[in-house]
């Protein structure tokens, strides 16, 4: 069974600083990973995704990598701004499945 | 575009009572999926749907939930005989096809309260 762990649970910085979101899975026969925001009380955004083939993508501020084999991913946000606060999801759709496990999250403070 | 939206975003009812929850996907986006996040189970599989194909119904944690989709597109889920553990917030999701390729768009939730 797929299990994804996401540590630390909570995270407080100073503005300015990088950010670094660990997220570590079971199993390595997955098919995609995706990281989420999510913000007190709304839905999911997807912030970006990485095919199993992938070794990271990046937008904007947001860097993602991944490694498999090790059942690994980080999320890298440069030059943390307080609107940056809140809750990173990642999660994985395994081989011969659709659905998304989830880890726990971390929760991220960025003080002004 | 228009993203996925649920509703109500907010229900309140008592124990016992059934309750609908409705879906509306991406346009033209064929794979819909329910997942329920909830204080002490964080965010869990519920169901999934996939075109014409027979739904993926192994997250679905008791024969009390049900959900169908109509015509491809809308979709309801259906709680019987609500118990207060079903309080949680109810999330819809939609991707392109069904592929594990696909990015998923969740929509805003309905936040279920069983009192």
């Known amino acids: 069974k797929q299990e994804v762990t996401q540590i630390p649970a909570a995270l407080s910085v100073p503005e300015g600083e990088n950010l670094v979101l660990n997220c570590s899975f079971t199993?390595?026969?997955?098919?995609?990973l995706q990281w989420f925001r999510q913000d007190p009380g709304k839905g999911l955004t997807s912030l970006l995704l990485?095919?199993?083939?992938?070794r990271e993508q990046t937008s904007g501020r947001l860097n993602a990598s991944l490694d498999k084999s090790s059942g690994r991913s980080t999320l890298y946000i440069a030059a943390s701004q307080p609107g940056d606060s809140a809750t990173y999801l990642c999660?994985?759709?395994?081989?011969?499945?659709?659905?998304?496990?989830f880890g726990g999250g971390t929760r991220v403070l960025v003080k002004p | 575009g228009a993203g996925v939206s649920q509703s109500p975003s907010n229900k309140v009812t008592e124990k016992g009572k059934d309750v609908e929850l409705r879906c509306d996907p991406i346009?033209?986006?064929?794979?819909l999926y329910w997942y329920r996040q909830s204080l002490g189970q964080g965010l869990e599989f519920l169901i999934y749907?996939?075109?014409?194909?027979?739904?993926?119904k192994s997250g679905l944690p008791s024969d009390r939930f049900s959900a169908e989709r109509t015509g491809g597109s809308v979709s309801t889920l259906t709680i019987q005989r609500t118990q207060q553990e079903d309080s949680a917030v109810y999330l819809c999701?939609?991707?392109?096809?069904?592929?594990?390729?696909?990015?998923?768009?969740f929509g805003p939730g309905t936040r279920l309260t069983v009192t």
């Open positions: 999701a939609s991707s392109p096809a069904g592929t594990g390729i696909n990015e998923q768009y």
């Open positions: 199993d390595s026969a997955i098919y995609n």
């Open positions: 990485i095919q199993s083939s992938q």
């Open positions: 999660a994985v759709v395994k081989a011969a499945g659709n659905k998304l496990t």
């Open positions: 346009s033209g986006h064929t794979a």
């Open positions: 749907f996939q075109g014409n194909s027979a739904p993926d």
